[in-house]
């Protein structure tokens, strides 16, 4: 084989690895794109020890978070990027907060981002207690069944 005839294949699977890649890539207004002025913005959240039952598109499992050490605790829906949850511990993480431009139907139109695990704290078992949000939701099911005959 002539040195002429393998620069040519070599340039032709080059080529064609290049097509492959700009052809994964989804482009702006794209379904999954990131804004292209999307800035990630870096926020802080506290992340409780246990997760909860929660229910979303379908049931799942979700954190409990909160943006302020000393505020209410809310079900986060999404992943994070780069970060796995451990039962018995409690979190403080800066994450990115980066806006999906037209996410598809199903999805959130927020992406977050591990930046850093800000503080990892074990959590005695004895000291986690219920969180009010698991408290809520059987309080509001016990409400919803009917008396007994």
Known sequence: ????????????????????????????????AIAPTATPEVITLYVAAETTECE??????????????????????????????ETGYAYELRVHKITVSDPPADASAIRYELVEVVSKTAVAEEDISLPVIRLRRRARSRLALPAAP
Request: hydrophobic residues 45%; charged residues 15%; aromatic residues 10%.
């Open 1 to 32: 084989m002539t040195t002429l005839m393998k620069s040519y294949k070599l340039f032709m699977a080059l080529l064609l690895a290049a097509v492959v890649v700009v052809g994964c890539t989804a482009a702006p207004g794209e379904p999954g």
């Open 56 to 85: 979303g598109v379908a049931p799942q499992t979700c954190l409990q978070v909160r943006t302020d050490a000393d505020g209410e605790w809310e079900l986060f829906y999404d992943t994070i990027a780069g970060f796995t949850h």
